[in-house]
Structures are given as structure tokens and as C-alpha cells.
RNA sequence: GGGCGCGUAGCUCAGAGGUUAGAGCGUCACACUGACAUUGUGAAGGUCAUAGGUUCAAAUCCUGUCGCGCCCACCA
């Protein structure tokens, strides 16, 4: 029999086990033992490319491997099923960022040669992450490995836009969007810089077609940092609740310089507190606009081209002035005409092309929109019904919520990395999230009709991040029901955010994050994933603090030797029968025996019913509490004595081994590598090969007589 | 602005109507006897944010206040 060290080293241990463990094969469910029949799947959500691993991914893969490792032991057919994401906008950033060090932008290059160019990068650094979640001991199929964009996959993509294209559901339509005139291209909010900067708040009257006799005043003021935008105006609005403007609602003003008709119109978007309480609308060159002018239907009127020139739109006085021209022309007449009441310095954030540094414009574009009245019901109903279930369960309503007022999808982008539009001379590319809608069953071989999608859909756990509740939760729930006619998902678990000790979001640009290969490096990846675990309480978020992986490590050297311990008593003692139905003597049975026998008993129970309902933290405080104080502080303290005992000595022994035996299987899926290696050394008579695909246990032991 | 959540020991958190409010880490004292000093035994440390209310009884339920955080939207 092998000796075990002193102190629990897991630098020696770990990458062995986790050899193997992929030698066994087990990892794959087709290679599991026959007995494993009925399938259990979960997806690992699949990271970006672009990432490498950070607390969250470290979180929720230790979650995932808890769940999959333990009903893998109680005889599932287990899939985790990895991957990766091709992220469009951020992928393409990286990449045009390394173009940007040589002098280059990617217009140098031309579409064919960037996208060439981001698949090698792909191919060099895309799997990182996945190696990394290796190190923290993930139990995922790699033979099933997937990326969004691989070629299997692009055609799932595909058949999913024209299954909605013939349906009638996507169509053609206008959207505001920020332009970079400079790149001439659109740009996405991640893709702005904003700068602080020190603007003129102009306050304008706006004459009302028919003044109210009992009004003193023949206009409506409004506020605004940029009056050129006034020719393009389609509204003037106030909030709903503003007293002052109550009356005006629903009447006309005359446009100043344009002589347009305009209507007054009432919004909750409008503050009432900024300015004048009243603003002008300008439906097609600003965001806010843009959200009022669809719901109040009114027209979009173009005023800036892409070049930042003004369109013929406008009276021809302003035809072809550039943004700046226009302010400075239509400030001196409208003050000609009396209709500037004051102006006022104004700080404020403007939008910059993080690439070029020019300023953005905000401009009505063509754009792809996938109808969502049909599929937000059809997402709402299993929620809502129950038959996909939220925990915490508070995030039902944030799901709900977001559905019940959901806007179409714009699911075109215009860059060049990601799944192109499948139609003729559609130069765009599909949002990233219309391909992770699909992750439930493209991963699985959809549209084909495959085994695996026959078997592992749906699937039964999703373990996600609530800011992509709205994102990718809701787009994955209609695009399973229309696309697969059943639900992608039983349950849906968001985990908490993993914040710093002093509250705030880890970030690696201030330097707050935490990396935990460097805990992996340091306590080892049981004790980080202990330590995780444990703190895994109610809240939806967590502070991490070390403290805990420190308790993780010591927990796992406890464990390390309480088993040097039984290893020795036990030394060449074989169990008669198979693993844990040890024949105990009840009458032979002393109080101690007995109480540590109920106290396993109740300990398998609740470690059940937490993980039934994703109690982390709960699970691996009961697990602890009776492996080092029931166990190893009382029972083999008495254990001592008793063996010293001729009639006691051999059930003793036994009752060490036993307790050990289940202890492992219990607390593999949290500490997977010190259990698997200690499991190796037991000098059990039927052993499995691997603790990774031993028996559960049952609650039911012994009988409390 | 909308949503969600949190203020309990020095730190991170449990406890969710009923005797002396718990854990981990940290601190202090003592103990290196054969599993483990990454240990053992013991100790110190808390008007449970605050003000009212409900109740025989409130850390726990209700209301207000103060403080903190996260997500989403937005900054005209």
C-alpha cells in the first residue's frame, strides 16, 4: 500500500488526477459504465474567446462541476457540454487593436484578410480558458468541445434566420445608431470613449401655434446642448406628471427657421427637473428621442448625413453646413429672432470613436429586426406556469418583468467578424447573442437530427450570471421553444457576483480583480473550490475574501490526515462484502459508533437536499462541521480507546473505513482531486476505478433503533 | 430614473418570531503524548445600522430614516 505524505501537497496530486480522470473516459457519457442510463446535462455557458479566466467564470464553473460530479455519482448519463463564444465586437477589437500597433486599421486590410487574420488569433489563444478551467478540476466533455462560429455550427445559425425570415418575422427597419464619420462605420456602445467636456445649455422658445388666452406666454422653452439638431425636430415633450405643462399636452408648436407643425407630447422618459421640464424631440439624432419617437409613432427625419453634413432635409439656408457651421449659423438667427431666452455653461460626457477620436454622431440606420410579440409570449409562459423555474426565485421576476415591454430585436451589427446574414448582398453581421440563443441544441447537432440532441436536450440546469438574464437567458428560452418545441432548460440558477472585500465589481483595468489561478496556485484548486463553495449563501452577490480558501486548504490537510490515520488502523483490513454495505453488528455497536453513524446519516441528507436546491454554501458547512468535529474530533479521538478493545476493535475499524469511504464520495464533487487520491489508496476489496463514478450513498445506512 | 439586494464579533458571512445570537478567518493563553502545529483545549470580542410600530415575546414581522452595493436604462 502506498504511504501518504505528511502534509497534503496538491501540486503533486492534481495534474495526475485530472490525467487520470481523462484517461478514464468518464468525462464523456458514452464512455460511463452501462448503468449510467438516465441523461443529465448541463451547458457550460460558453466564454468568450477574448477572456481568460476571472472569479466569476471560477464561480460558476465550480457550481457546474458540483452538480455534474455529484449526479454523476448517483448514476447519471452526465454531460457538461464546453465551449466558446466568437463574440463579435469584442473579438474583432482585440484583434484591430494589434492592427492599430502596427499603423494599421482594418479597412488595410480588407474583410477577408481581417477575418483570416482573427481565426489564427483564435486558433493560438481562443482554448485558453478552457485549459484554465482544467486546473480548477471541470469535468466537462471535451471530446464535445463547440465554438460558435465552427462550421456545424454557422448552419444552425443559418436555418434559424430563415426559419424566422419565412415566417415573416424579421424584416428591414430603421434604428438610431452611433456613427463614426471618420471610420465610416457604426460602433457599438463598447466601442465609445466618453469625455468630459464644457458645452453651452441654450434655452429656446418655441412658439405655440395657438397661445393659450389664459397663458401669459406664447412659447414653450426648451433646453438643449445642441440647437442645430432644431431642424430636425418632431416633438416637443414633458413628463406625463409635470403640472406646469399639463395643459400643452397635445398641442402644436410652430418649428422656428422650418416652419414645421410639431406636436406636444408627454413621456416619463422626459425629466422634469433638467432644464426647462420641456424638451425637444429629435427622433433620428438622439437616443432618448429615438426610444419617444417609437412609442409616440412619430417620424424620423434625417437632418445629418454620415459625412456629418446637413441633408437636403433641411431649408436649403443650412443645405450641406457641417454640424459646427449649422450650430453657429442657427444661434445667430434665432437670436435675430428674439427666440434665445438665455444660455448657460453645461458639463458634460460626450461619445468619442475609441479608435480614431472623433466625435460621434447619432444616425438613423437600416438595420435587421427579429419581431418579438410571438416568441416574448411564448418565453413567458413556462416561467411564469412554473415549468422553468428560477432560483433565487426573485429572478423570475426580473425575467418577466423585461419581457412584458420587450422591443424587437436588432439582430444585424456592422462588423465583419461574426456569422454573416444569410441573404443575397447582405454585407452585416448577426449579434453574437443570436448565435448563443441557439447554444442548447446547436451544440448538440441541430438541425441535424442527432443522438445526441435526442438525448441531452433539453438540458437540465443552466448556472448563469443575472446581467445576461435578458441577453442570452430569455433569447435561449424562445429560440428552444420555436426552434425545438420544447423548453432548453429545466431550471435556470443565477449565481452571485463575486465582487471585492470592499463591495465593488472586480475589474482588471483598476487592478481590483483577483486572478484564481493564483489561489489555484497557491491553497490548490480543492481548497479554492471549498472556499468558493462556501460562501455561496443566499445573496446575489459576494465579497471575496481569501480567508476562505485558507479555511479551504487547512480543511483539505484535516482530511489528508484523518485518512493517513484510518489508513494506518486499517492497514490490510479488506471489507467482506462491497464498498459500503458493511454488515454492522448492532449489538456490537458501542455509543459512539452509533451516534457517528446517525450523524453521517443526517449529513448525507442535507447535503441532498442543498444541492436539490443549489445551497452551496449551506452544503459544504454541513460537510465540514461533521467531518472535522464529528469525525475527527470525537470519533476517532474514541476510536483510539476502542480499538485498544479486543471486542471492539475489528467493528471500529470497519466503522473508520467506512465513514471515510462515504465521506469521500460525498465531498468529491467540492474537493474532486484530494478525494479521488486518497480514494485511490483505500483498501477497499470492490473498488471502481475511479471515486469520480462510485455510488452515492442513500441516507438510509442504519436504522435509528 | 427603474429593478434587486445588503447593513449581526476586527474581517467575510450564517441565523428569519421563543432559553446564555453562531461559523470561518484573525486575536490572546496554554499544550508539539503516535493522524494532523495547515493541530488540540480554552478565552476575549456583539445595546444584531437607526427611529417608531405589531406581539406575552422582535436580530427575525411592518413603516419611516440613514448608509452601502449590484444590474438595467439614461445624461437632451
Redesign the pocket.
Known sequence: MKQLS????PKKIESKIYYLWEKSGFFNPDKLPKRHKKPYTILLPPPNVTGSLHMGHALNATIQDILIRQKRLEGFKTLWLPGTDHAGIATQNVVEKELKKEGKTRFDLGRKRLIEKIWQWKEKYGDVILDQLKKLGASCDWSRTRFTLDKEYADAVKKAFLYYYKKGWIYRGKRVINWCRRCATSLSELELE?KQERGT?WYIRYPLKKPEKKLKEKYVVV????PETMLGDTAV?VNPKDKRYKSLVGQKIILPLVNREIPIVAD????P???TGA??V?SAH????Y?ISLKHKLPLIQIINEGGKLTKKVPSLYHGLSVEEARKKIISNLEELNLIQKSEPYF???PYCYRCDTKIEILPSEQWFLKMDKLAKKAITPVKKGKVKFYPK?FK??YL??LENVRDWCISRQLWWGHKIPLKGENDVLDTWFSSALWPFATLGWPQKTKDLETFYPSDVLSTA??II?LWVVRMMFSGIELMKKNPFKRVYIHP?V?T?????MSKSLGTGINPLDLIEKYGADATRFGLA??I?????????E??I??G??F???IW??S??VL?QTKGLKSKKQNYDLNFQTRNLTLADRKILKSLNKTIGLVNKYLENFLF??AT?AL?DFF?HDF??KY??IS?SQILEAKYQKETKKILLYILSVSLVLLHPFIPFITEEIYQTLPLKKKRGCLMIEKWPSSQIIRDS
Not at 449563501?537 to 475574501?545: N, R
Open positions: 505528511k502534509t497534503y501537497n466618453y445649455l433646453a438643449t446642448t445642441r415633450a416619463n422618459l422626459v425629466d427637473k433638467f432644464g424638451v425637444k429629435t438622439n437616443l432618448t428621442d426610444q458634460h460626457q460626450l426573485n421576476k426580473t418583468d423585461w443575472r446581467d435578458h457576483i465582487l472585500r470592499t463591495g465593488q465589481r462556501w460562501q449563501m443566499g445573496g446575489q452577490d459576494m465579497k471575496f475574501v480567508d476562505n485558507i479555511m486548504k487547512k483539505c490537510n484535516k490526515n484523518a493517513r490515520f494506518m454554501g449551506k458547512h465540514y472535522w475527527c474530533d476517532i479521538e483510539k
